[in-house]
């Protein structure tokens, strides 16, 4: 195939790339901005699937079987956690403008300068040959296809850098990312173009990869399928025809390393945390992520069959198998569309890897080296363009470097494992970033240590290994041990052996970091500013977010914040950013804002988004006179803002059982009212009743006093008057009094074994002489067994003797063809004795039945005005249910009223 | 505030799920275990994991949708 036809399909599959980005650019310009859906969130997420998972996993698959899923198994089980520990991220990563995962530690632990310059250090180190990889990628693929149809590995021969393919990649990559990523400083304004450019970078190399997988396995199981059942027995092929399991610790060491980079590579913590526009997009990436990973392994199984039974010669390098396939199987469309979804991924990765490495570099290394110097000099005046030559700098050394490490080691690895120990490095930052979100002990001092502590480790059980594989350092040295001490071979750290070599460098390294990090950081208290950046970090998602009371107390001047702005932002920008920030707090002109703690936070988060948080925060230091804060203030702010949290839960609790206790009180008055009330209706009834034989006495007494010579008859007549009416004042005194004592519960009770056949009979002597004198008939129905109660004797004989004087009140009297009957009854009812007293009389009402208990309410259904003092059945009621019983009335079966009671039986009653 | 807590529980324990079912001495089993459709089971089940845990996750992300 011709040079020049796949050099002009790659120049217009670039450009196409940069029209993408343009026009989502224009479109976030107009406000219809197209990364702001979801999708392109989770698909610019993809920029995880590099020219190593393109053509790297068959070749892993290809030598060692189900070993490359474990790459991307983590990712899929960590971004089930992203909706804290992402959104965490996110959160901060706003509030506190912060650009790169760099500026993250840094910012976590007390803004340290010399915390985010090692990280810096540490990401270009530990990154730099991922880039080598990209570019190898690149150029590999670019010089097979231009032997087409001949299949041939480049060969390692000696060119000079000017003819080398990977050099002129790398030139042009660098040229095109500073096209892209640089346009203007202020970084946090997120680069929208780069986004949806990446996005369509993962539809291309995942369409690209579906539609190879497909042909070739289609070839497969068809036009191959003799030498695949020729070469079943073929050794190369037994890991992938009888798949085994990585042993355990590899399996889970290497998902674990997966699950952290997708999260720290400064790429990831790019796309991820730094171009998030919407924190709920994270909830489709959650699982659309996880999905693009699942279809992008599909065919590797497949493909690396298909290229271990078309090459069985071994001379063709496995990780090459999806290009060479395609151009021994004759097709040359296949062959280019399989070039270009590996140029995607690659680009995809080096334009953001470095984009976010170029960042870091000048942010956390170059600037804060600048910044010692302008300490004595006055800086120039156009610090923005500075920056972004600093960073257009950086992009270009970053690729040289790559080139650099390509050329001097990129042949001695295939190219999975040259990405496992990028991984490894970039694992380093975990305890840091994971640790300082959820845990707020750790100081600066500390982070410095573990990550120094994991890097070294790094560097000595990974990075050497592969120093001596080129030859650089005497393979003796790796079994050995540096001066024949065995216990410290890089490869078998103390005495390890048996682990695959990541394994065993992720171990150590991880064990030296996290044990640095926690032991230096347990050797003294969190400062002030830790103290308050742990605060922020840790409670991002607790309700109402981080708390952005800014810990600053000082002197500042607004102009000189401003001139400050200006310098890395230039003056348009900074007056349209300082105009609105006036305008959020209700001050009419920028220059008038109050310089106070908030308006310097405000200037210092705007200066992070261009220069990083630490040398935002030296240079905000530089213009403004600040006091230092004591730990013990800091600590009293903090204490206060926690007593403040505190106070309000208890007087939100306290005020909720205020409000239960007012509406107990409501229920309490109004109950209160309506005794008030019937204590009224009793008293005016009472003194109502009082009246009546009052007024009769006294008009007798009137009588006999005032006429001398009244007849003896009529005399005796009056005077048997006034006997009975005294009577009847004194019984309804009496019975006042008792149903107050019943009520109030003063009464005395003597309460013992009763039965109620003696009671009854005792009743009916007592009401025997009323009842004859009206005629009325008697019976009695009960049965032979003694009915035995706990009860007071003589309350219960006041009750009977009231339902039987009620009964005698409304049976028909004189009347001799209807006599009056009360039928008196003693039944077992269930647990209980149920004695009715059933009279012929009128009855009473449905709806009276329940009044007839209450206090001087008489059933008015005799016509007349009723004797009785209208108290007897409330008495009785009172006294039946004080025993545990209960009393009630209702219509005889033929004609009249019943009163009945229950009480408890104190034996079982027979059955 | 306890909506997004419930969802970051219930992902929690499909996290935990992932971990039992790919992460623990049940893939050995699988280990030589035949095929299916020519297939060897150990590819079948890690792959239909890793499915299902992406459709569980989908369909709480879904119900999550405000």
């Known amino acids: 195939m011709s040079g020049p036809l796949i050099i002009v399909l790659s120049f217009a599959y670039l450009g196409l790339l940069f029209a993408v980005a343009w026009w989502a650019d224009r479109r976030a310009d107009q406000g219809r901005s197209v990364v702001a859906h979801p999708t392109v969130y989770a698909l610019s997420l993809a920029v995880y699937c590099t020219a190593w998972t393109f053509y790297g996993s068959v070749g892993r698959a290809a030598e060692s079987g189900l070993g490359f899923l474990t790459i991307y198994l983590g990712p899929t089980l960590i971004a089930l956690l992203w909706g804290s520990l992402a959104l965490k991220m996110v959160r901060v990563a706003k509030a506190e403008r912060i650009i790169s995962i760099a500026d993250f530690i840094a910012s976590r632990y007390g803004k340290s300068q010399l915390l985010g310059g090692l990280v810096t250090i540490v990401a270009v180190i530990g990154v730099i040959p991922y880039i080598a990889l990209q570019l190898k990628a690149v150029s590999w693929s670019f010089t097979i296809l231009l032997d087409y149809p001949v299949v041939r590995m480049p060969s390692a021969a000696d060119v000079p850098p000017w003819a080398d393919t990977a050099f002129i990649v790398a030139l042009l990559l660098a040229a095109f990312t500073i096209l892209f990523g640089t346009r203007h400083l202020d970084a946090s304004q997120r680069y929208e173009g780069l986004v949806a450019a990446i996005a369509f970078e993962s539809i291309v190399k995942l369409t690209a990869f579906l539609v190879a997988g497909v042909v070739l396995t289609l070839w497969l199981l068809g036009p191959a399928h003799f030498e695949l059942a020729i070469a079943a027995d073929d050794p190369r092929l037994q890991p992938l025809l009888q798949p085994r399991v990585p042993p355990f610790q590899d399996w889970f060491a290497t998902s674990l390393l997966a699950a952290l980079a997708v999260m720290l590579l400064p790429r990831q913590f790019q796309v991820t945390v730094v171009e998030n526009s919407d924190e709920r997009h994270l909830r489709r990436a959650l699982w659309l992520f996880p999905l693009y990973l699942l279809l992008i392994n599909l065919f590797v199984v497949p493909i690396a069959i298909a290229g271990l039974v078309a090459f069985p010669n071994g001379d063709v390098d496995a990780d090459t198998f999806i290009l060479t396939l395609p151009i021994l199987l004759q097709l040359p469309w296949l062959a280019l569309l399989v070039f270009i979804g590996g140029l995607s991924a690659a680009t995809g990765m080096v334009i953001v890897e470095t984009i976010a490495l170029s960042t870091m570099v000048s942010n956390d290394l170059v600037l804060p080296l600048l910044l010692r110097r302008w300490r004595r000099r006055s800086p120039p005046a156009d610090l923005g363009r500075w920056l972004l030559a600093i960073r257009r700098g950086a992009i270009l050394i970053i690729l040289l470097l790559g080139y650099g490490y390509y050329r001097l080691a990129g042949e001695a690895y295939e190219l999975v494992s040259i990405g496992l120990v990028s991984f490894v490095a970039v694992a380093q930052f975990a305890p840091m970033v994971i640790g300082g979100l959820y845990w707020r002990g750790g100081t600066r001092e500390g982070a410095l240590a573990g990550l120094t502590a994991g890097f070294l480790v790094w560097m000595y059980t990974l990075l050497l290994p592969y120093f001596a594989m080129s030859g650089w350092l005497p393979p003796a040295f790796m079994e050995a041990g540096p001066g024949g001490v065995q216990l410290l071979a890089p490869l078998a750290l103390f005495g390890f052996e048996g682990w695959n070599q990541v394994t065993h460098g992720l171990f150590w390294s991880l064990a030296a970091n996290i044990g640095s990090f926690l032991l230096i950081s347990s050797l003294r208290e969190p400062n002030a500013v830790e103290a308050a950046q742990a605060r922020i970090f840790v409670d991002a998602t607790r309700h109402g977010g981080a708390g952005k009371a800014p810990l600053w107390r000082g002197s500042a001047e607004i102009a000189e914040l401003m001139s400050l702005a200006e310098r890395f932002l230039g003056p348009e920008r900074t007056a349209a950013a300082f105009a609105d920030y006036a305008r959020r707090r209700g001050v009419a002109r920028a220059q008038l804002l109050p310089p106070d703690a908030a308006t310097v936070y405000f200037a210092e988060t705007l200066l992070s988004g261009a220069i990083g948080g630490a040398s935002a925060r030296v240079m905000v230091a530089s213009v403004t006179e600040e006091e230092i804060i004591g730990m013990d203030e800091v600590l009293n702010i903090l204490d206060e803002a926690n007593e403040i949290r505190a106070y309000s839960h208890e007087l939100e609790r306290k005020s909720q059982a205020l409000e239960a206790a007012t509406a107990e009180l409501r229920a309490a008055n109004l109950q209160l009212q309506e005794l008030d009330r019937l204590k009224d209706d009793f008293m005016s009834s009472v003194t109502h009743e009082l009246r009546t034989p009052l007024a009769s006495i006294r008009a007798f007494s009137e009588i006999l006093h005032d006429d001398p010579d009244l007849a003896v008859e009529q005399r005796q007549r009056f005077i048997a008057i006034l006997v009975s009416e005294t009577e009847r004042l004194s019984r309804l005194v009496n019975q006042v009094l008792d149903l107050a004592k019943i009520e109030s519960g003063h009464a005395d009770w003597r309460n013992e074994v009763v039965i109620l056949q003696e009671t009854i009979a005792q009743a009916l002597s007592t009401t025997e002489q009323l009842l004859r004198e009206r005629g009325i008939v008697v019976t009695l129905e009960q049965p032979a067994t003694p009915a035995a109660v706990w009860a007071d004797r003589d309350r219960l004989i006041q009750v009977l003797v009231n339902l039987l004087a009620n009964a005698a009140k409304f049976a028909p009297a004189g009347d001799p063809e209807v006599p009056g009957q009360v039928r008196v009854s003693l039944a077992a009812a269930g647990a209980d004795w149920r004695v009715c007293v059933t009279d012929n009389g009128p009855g009473i009402p449905e709806h009276e039945r329940e009044l007839v208990f209450e206090k001087f309410r008489q059933s008015a259904s005799g016509g007349n005005k009723p004797l009785g003092t209208g108290l007897g059945l409330p008495i009785s009621r009172q006294i039946i249910e004080h025993l545990g019983g209960r009393v009630w009335a209702e219509a005889a079966p033929e004609k009249g009223a019943r009163l009945c009671f229950d009480l408890p039986a104190h034996a079982p009653p027979p059955a | ?66």
């Open chain 2, 1 to 66: 505030m306890p909506r997004a807590r419930l969802l970051r529980q219930r992902l929690l324990t499909l996290f935990l799920l992932g971990l039992l079912l790919l992460f623990s001495p049940l893939v050995l089993y699988l280990e030589g275990a035949g095929d299916w459709l020519g297939i060897p089971l150990l590819y079948v089940y890690l792959f239909a994991v890793w499915a299902l845990i992406i459709l569980l996750a989908a369909v709480i992300a879904a119900w999550h949708r405000d």
